[in-house]
């Protein structure tokens, strides 16, 4: 088929055409003995996968290394188009926050953007002692969203621990904000950041992290609720006590639960021993009521003392053990029970 005609059947212009044979996108497979290009059906079907994915808004480029494939599949081709156009829309998405935190710095002069630049790439960099030392700088607040946008991608615990100790020297309510969407995120590993950043940032006089906790305590992810309990139980807050009490039972931070348990008890006194109470007399795991136990020696109180004179005969040798010794260290007088 002519190149006339396979413009006019296919929409094409024959100088497109031409254009596509000249840079070897698309190619007529033979050429009559006049030397006019002569196109046969595995060109046509190639044209027509071209206008295709031209019809996307890919580049000549992209569509040529689409199908750089000859046997390729459509479903083939298609992954291929989907994995570049997520790596574009990636470095894009990059390219818009670094413009972001540059304007947010509002520089005077091409000196500070040069500088803010510069700061930038180290907190990106490879390196991973660049972007600590980049953290330490402890740029000031107009840094703030960049130093949160790291925190929430850096995987080293040395440079993380660099990024959270800089963000809550010059965090905001901005920052919580931005750490509470982050609680949102799909991928486990950012929403474990930005739990134990909020904890982190939590005692600073700027911000106010209380309602995004509040949020965190229905997480899927255990870690992230038990990060956002142990801040919440640590300043009172009774809505934490639940969490508090299953990282006990399934031993995670155990210790530090049962320590923001007690600062919830001594405003909330009775109603947190009675939940330990319930969890002894309904758990059938030895080692988790042992915990639940322990958790009871940490709350000074008559009904804490209470339940741990009833365990002092508890068919568990070890919770009978450990309720004795945390009975008599209060003067609770177990000698009866000996």
Known sequence: ????????????????????DRIGLVQPSERTRAGYRDY???????????????????????????LQDSGATPTDILDRVI???????????????RL??????EPEDWTDVLHTVALLQRLGSDDASQRQRA??????????SALTDAVLAEDDPNVAGALQWALARAADQATVTALGSA????DGAVRQRASSTLAKIASSPRT??????LAALTDGDPVVRGGAALILGGRGAPEAADELIAMIVRGADDVQAAESLAHIARSHGGDIEHRLDVALTTLADDDARLRLTQALGEIDSESATRILRQLVDDPDRRVQLT????????????????
């Open 1 to 20: 088929m002519r190149i006339g005609e396979v413009a006019r059947l296919s929409g094409v212009s024959a100088r497109m055409l031409r254009h596509y």
């Open 208 to 213: 106010d992290v209380a309602q995004v906790l």
């Open 135 to 144: 953290a330490l700088e402890s740029p000031g607040p107009p840094m703030v």
């Open 183 to 186: 609680l949102g995120s799909g």
């Open 83 to 97: 994995a570049g156009t997520v790596e574009t829309i990636a470095r894009e998405q990059e390219l818009l926050r």
């Open 323 to 338: 309720a004795r010794y945390l009975a008599s260290m209060r003067g609770a007088g177990t000698d009866a029970h000996r």
């Open 100 to 105: 972001r935190h540059l304007r947010e710095q």
């Open 40 to 66: 046969g059906d595995d060109d046509l079907r190639r044209l027509l996968q071209v206008e295709a994915l031209r019809s996307l808004g890919l580049e000549l480029r992209q569509v040529g290394n689409a």
